[in-house]
């Protein structure tokens, strides 16, 4: 089958495509066909392997698996023995084991579940880490609550806007000029302009913080006395990249009124299943900047590193 394969850590440049050998599905694991693939921020960190620690965990010289991308989109192929969820021809979504830039992948039935009626492959590929991070980072949100979303028109952001205003909340969205319209569309009843507007003070019950890097300080500001932060991620230099800052925020949320956390978010079939129902209901709605042929993997991952894309990518097989 033909895959997006990389041998070393480094730019999109280390991608090539390849014609290696399709997985096989065993135990509780189910063979996919790609129709469409997920690009996101953790795509590029695991192709150029960084921070450096990540290393420690997908391989220290090189990376341990050779073909880019976890989330995915298709139709079941194959089921292993212990399968029973999921049949040969069911149209699945969620992440993989084996990659996603290719013809086939292999994921487990914990990973995978039937893809959203009314989606097309490519927006269904565009759900699944980026929503499911954004769900578990809003756990516990309730109805009336003032949520600010930092990166509203990222990918997790874009979910994180649609997902708070479906639990009631009144929601505040914060992105560059050029794409405040976007974190309106989806849902917004506020957005702020990162490069011209401040964050009032004391203003909000909930921070999803997705984009910016800002200091605790800046976000505790912001923060009502007993409001809470979730620190998804940023994109920073460094060896630890962000995790300095969600550590910090763990130290002193022990000492301060206000919750402050770092999320390391998992991939669950119960999640996808979950956010198929609110999309199914019209709730939720990827929003997709574009798509890429599998050749042009590596031009995907230029963009979402210096395009400033409006919400996702995905790439077509
Ligand atoms: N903890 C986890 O388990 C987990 C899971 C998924 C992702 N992540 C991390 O979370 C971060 C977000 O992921 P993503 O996929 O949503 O990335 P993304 O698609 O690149 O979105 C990030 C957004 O942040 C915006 N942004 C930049 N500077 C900002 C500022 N000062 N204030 C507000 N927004 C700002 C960007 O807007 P412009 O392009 O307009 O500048 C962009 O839309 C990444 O660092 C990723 O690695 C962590």
Not at 211 to 240: D, Q, W, Y
Request: glycine residues 12%; positive net charge.
């Amino acid at each position: 089958m033909r895959a997006v394969v990389q041998d070393r850590y480094g730019p999109p440049e280390v991608l090539r495509v390849e014609e290696i050998d399709q997985p096989v599905a065993g135990g509780n694991q189910v063979l996919v066909k790609v129709v469409a693939a997920g690009v996101d921020q953790g795509t590029w960190h695991l192709m150029a392997g960084e921070p450096r620690m990540v290393r420690l965990a997908i391989g220290l010289r090189r990376p341990r698996m050779r073909v880019s991308g976890r989330d995915v989109a298709g139709v079941v192929e194959a089921v292993g023995p212990g399968v029973t969820s999921l049949a040969v021809g069911d149209e699945v979504y969620g992440t993989c084991e084996s990659g996603s830039f290719a013809e086939y992948a292999v994921g487990r039935t914990g990973q995978l579940t039937r893809k959203p009626a009314n989606l097309t492959f490519e927006q269904a590929a565009a759900v699944p880490i980026s929503a499911g991070t954004a769900l578990q980072g809003l756990r516990g949100i309730k109805p009336g609550e003032r949520v600010l979303v930092l990166g509203a028109a990222g990918g997790v952001g874009s979910y994180g806007v649609q997902l708070a205003k479906a639990a009631g909340a009144h929601v505040t969205g914060v992105s560059s000029t050029a794409k405040l319209d976007l974190v309106r569309e989806l849902g917004a009843d506020e957005a702020l302009d990162y490069t011209r507007d401040e964050l009032p003070a004391a203003a909000y019950d909930f921070i999803l913080d997705t984009g910016g890097n800002r200091s605790l300080k800046i976000l505790r500001r912001a923060l009502k006395p007993k409001g809470r932060v979730v620190i998804i991620g940023s994109e920073t230099k460094g060896p630890l990249g962000g995790m300095s800052r969600i550590l910090w925020a763990a130290l002193l949320s022990l000492v301060v009124s206000q919750q402050l956390r770092g999320l390391i978010s998992t991939e669950r079939a119960e999640d996808y299943a979950e956010l198929r129902a609110l999309i199914e209901s019209g709730k939720v709605t990827p929003a997709i900047d574009r798509t890429y042929p599998l050749d042009e993997a590596a031009a995907a991952i230029h963009h979402l590193r210096d395009g400033h894309p409006r919400g996702k990518l995905v790439i077509t097989i």
